[in-house]
């Protein structure tokens, strides 16, 4: 069945609201740094695949019996494809930021009508009648969580779900530890990472209640992965986009001292290590 085009979609712009000043820097960011990723981000992805199965476990009902599906921030498609593999029937609209990443996530699936393209700001949603809104290691992005949260609580069906994986700001520790330690040792201020402001469970739930979502399950994980050394660590980071929006590029001197103090303080046999620090949300609106 062929389908439509990516948009802003005729009908769809309803759904949207404007962005700020402040937030549309950051979203830029954002959308960069994935954007420049999309033909490597599927090699580099292990771990958000990883928290995108584990979603789909934790939301598996919803999923099959949505009629209206949205995805937001559905990059390559890795997701998309398990949600339209699940549910052949619902109507799927995936957003993402970007227009390569939407087209690299519709090459994926095969051709139907029922597949939306958006290309929209997920934080800028604010009307719909979706069962499900299912979002894979995209919520941590977020520039206003609360507002967001409230107008996806609007866009869902009484009785529907929403299902996020997220990052927590316990991500990548061993990096913020030894860069602090680096730029004391250099008499630099340290470039901060992303994963400062992400937001932790505790402050996911406020705003979950306050958006008046009910039966939430939460459930934190860690997730430690050995990388040869820290360039590949890095370079990994910047496979999959998950940089700072706002880079900040270290010197050659920073980065050599960073190494030493990583490798110094948490490198073994396997390399060093690098924890992922992860939520898996599912919360309902009740009817
Ligand atoms: C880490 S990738 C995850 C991609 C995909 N969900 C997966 O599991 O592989 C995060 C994605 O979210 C998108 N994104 C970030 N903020 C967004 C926003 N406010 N609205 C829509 N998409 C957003 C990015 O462009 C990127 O494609």
Not at 57 to 67: C, D, M, N, Y
Not at 161 to 172: C, E, K, Q, V, Y
Not at 189 to 200: D, M, Q, S, T, V
Request: hydrophobic share 40%; aromatic share 8%; proline share 6%.
């Amino acid at each position: 069945m062929p389908e439509a085009t990516i948009t802003p979609m005729a009908g769809l712009e309803a759904l949207l609201e404007e962005p700020g000043p402040s937030a549309e820097a950051l979203k830029r960011g954002v959308r960069r740094n994935f954007a420049r990723r999309a033909g490597t981000y599927d090699r580099h992805a292990a771990v958000q695949r990883c928290m995108g199965r584990e979603l789909l476990a934790r939301s598996a009902g919803a999923v099959t019996e949505a009629r209206r599906l949205l995805e937001i921030g559905c990059g390559t498609g890795y997701l998309t494809a398990e949600l339209r593999r699940l549910n052949p029937r619902a109507l799927l609209v995936a957003v993402d930021l970007d227009r390569t990443l939407l087209e690299a996530a519709r090459g994926r699936l095969s051709p139907d009508r029922r597949n939306l393209w958006l290309m929209a700001d997920g934080e800028t949603l604010c009307r719909g009648d979706f069962d499900l809104i299912i979002a894979n290691a995209t919520f941590q992005w977020f520039a206003h969580p609360r507002r967001t949260i409230a107008n996806l609580w609007e866009c869902l069906n009484f009785g529907g779900m929403l299902a996020f994986s997220t990052l927590g700001p316990g991500t990548f520790r061993e990096l913020a530890d030894c860069l602090a330690r680096a730029g004391d040792r250099l008499e630099r201020r340290p470039p901060a990472i992303p994963a400062a402001r992400f937001l932790a469970a505790p402050e996911w739930r406020d705003l979950l209640t306050a958006a008046g979502f009910d039966e939430l399950e939460m459930v934190v994980a860690t997730l430690t992965v050995a990388y040869p050394d820290v360039r590949e660590f890095l370079l990994t980071l910047r496979a999959t986009g998950a940089t700072n929006p706002r880079p900040q590029p270290f010197s050659h001197r920073f980065l050599s001292t960073l190494s030493e103090i990583y490798r110094q303080r948490y490198g073994g046999d396997d390399g060093i290590p690098a924890t992922y620090d992860i939520l898996w949300v599912t919360a309902r609106k009740q009817s």
